[in-house]
């Protein structure tokens, strides 16, 4: 009967201490992983949640970068990491809603190991091209790349990611062959765009959008169904001959599964309240990102719609992840 009384005064010691965690947290550091490196769009809204997050709490929330396979690397350290709150990733939507289609297997389940937060925002890419290539619009370069198959190149953050996935799906559309160059980052890619190394590149509209207006690159079409925002006049694929064209990037907070409910709450809404300020929004909007910040179970349904969606385009292109 004492070892039993025993057991139950352990236990409910323990729970104390789970609870006690809980209402505390963060009573240390807290790491948010991305994917991809330092520049791109993934490390851009992170960081923006970041600074928001330590300021509310008092505690650093720092951002690492640890780059590989689409954001596989990152994901799955988080999707293995202790479920306590103090490991999160800033995730792309090509690591959580397509790479289960593009690799054959993945060292973790997107949907069973990770938790929800938040999606933060979206974005869309933009297809520029090096000034040098002659081509004025999207119907002069599908022509020139029929002329010269295989010759044009796109470079990309990585296999899998929304700016390969927007150059597959236009070369299924178009009918044309271009050579994918995959990077580590789009930070990487735009050097080579303007210096010629690279053709073209369907980017994030936050690296693209600031050499596009200084006339640095030129920008043909707009990957998202309505036109953005950001650069109103940009017409999208969609209206310049490639009908249901639909390719943006977002980007959301996760933790590990096993998270207490409490706490994936807690970062919820302080993450819903950075969010919401005019502040937040309007440099998310001066980037070409759109904020969105909806709940866990709304992003769950976001996932839960778009891995289908994905494995059918991935399927169609006929492409697969070697990495």
Wanted: net charge neutral; with cysteine; glycine share 8%.
């Amino acid at each position: 009967m004492k070892a039993i009384y025993g057991a139950a005064a352990l236990a409910l010691l323990l729970m104390a201490g789970t609870a006690t965690a809980q209402t505390s947290y963060p009573d240390k550091q807290v790491r948010m992983l991305v994917g991809f490196a330092a520049g791109g769009p993934a490390d851009i809204a992170a960081r923006i949640v970041a600074d928001g997050l330590s300021e509310a709490w008092g505690k650093p929330v720092v951002v690492e970068n640890v780059t590989g396979a689409a954001g596989n690397v990152s994901a799955d350290r988080v999707a293995k990491a202790a479920p306590d709150g103090y490991t999160l990733t800033m995730a792309a939507s090509s690591t959580i809603a397509s790479n289960v289609s593009l690799y054959d297997k993945l060292p973790f389940d997107p949907v069973k190991d990770l938790v929800p937060i938040s999606q933060v925002c979206f974005t869309p890419n933009i297809l520029a091209l090096n000034t040098d290539v002659p081509a004025k619009n999207l119907q002069e370069l599908v022509a020139l790349a029929r002329a010269r198959p295989g010759e044009l190149t796109f470079g990309s953050a990585g296999v899998g990611t929304s700016q390969h996935l927007s150059g597959e799906l236009f070369k299924a559309m178009a009918g044309v062959n271009l050579q994918h160059v995959p990077y580590r980052g789009i930070a990487q890619v735009m050097p080579d765009v303007l210096g010629g190394r690279l053709t073209m590149t369907f980017g994030n509209i936050s690296a693209v959008l600031p050499l596009m207006r200084e006339n640095k690159l030129r920008a043909l079409a707009v990957t998202s169904i309505k036109r953005s925002a950001s650069v109103p006049d940009l017409p999208t694929m969609a209206e310049q001959g490639f009908p249901g064209f639909d390719a943006t990037a977002w980007f959301g907070l996760f933790a590990p599964a096993g998270t207490p409910t409490s706490i994936v709450a807690k970062i919820h809404a302080e993450t819903a309240k950075i969010l919401a300020r005019a502040e937040v929004r309007e440099k998310f909007a001066t980037l070409g990102m759109e904020v969105i910040g909806n709940t866990p179970a709304q992003l769950a349904e976001v996932i839960k719609a778009e891995i289908p969606v994905w494995a059918k385009v991935i399927k169609a292109a006929g492409v697969k992840a070697t990495e």
